[in-house]
């Protein structure tokens, strides 16, 4: 994890800890999560436990960064931002997002993008960001261009959603020119 932070606005990005099970059982009353990750829908406290162990592995295995999104003043958590590196030999990382449903409406998704958008300039060997979204999820797409992420393209039936193929669009960021290791604003 970064020894500083990521900040942006009202929300830091820190490590998960125990005491966040009660915002990922909230986040897993989503129908929609478990389908894209590896929380289970309706999570007891055991099994947000257990995927906030998950999270820390992300880190351990070179998987990524999977950050909870905290509220700047009381750290109190909000939801769930990762930025993920199977494409770091090409320099290209992707990002996934969730906040947990009583904390929505409040430009917070866009905040915690923000935030670690800035903290993967801090790794040299990222030029780019991705965001994939589902074309029908028009809150997420606002949250990536309220971010400065730009529509690439639509890749379709590019993701296995549930039991189907889905068509996926394409949002991109690039390191911008002189980028520096600052991760908070």
Do not use: K
Request: net charge positive; with cysteine; aromatic share 6%.
């Amino acid at each position: 994890m970064p020894t500083t932070s990521p900040v942006h606005r009202t929300v830091r990005l820190r490590a998960f800890e125990p005491r966040d099970a009660g915002m990922v059982r909230d986040l897993a009353t989503d129908s929609y999560v478990p389908l894209t990750g590896s929380l289970v829908g309706q999570a007891s406290t055991e099994q947000a436990l257990a995927w906030i162990g998950r999270q820390h592995d992300r880190l351990v295995t070179g998987t990524g960064f999977s950050f909870c999104v905290a509220d700047l003043v009381d750290d109190r958590a909000l939801g769930q931002v990762g930025l993920w590196l199977a494409g770091i030999a090409d320099g290209t990382a992707t990002a996934g997002y969730g906040i947990a449903p009583r904390e929505r409406g409040r430009g917070l998704a866009a905040q915690a993008l923000t935030a670690v958008t800035r903290f993967a300039w801090s790794i040299p060997e990222l030029h780019r960001v991705e965001l994939s979204i589902e074309p029908w999820n028009l809150a997420s797409l606002r949250t990536a261009e309220r971010a400065g992420y730009r529509r690439e393209g639509m890749l379709r039936s590019h993701r296995l959603i549930g039991d189907r193929l889905v068509d996926m669009a394409i949002y991109v960021t690039l390191r911008p020119a002189g980028a520096a290791a600052d991760v908070s604003s």
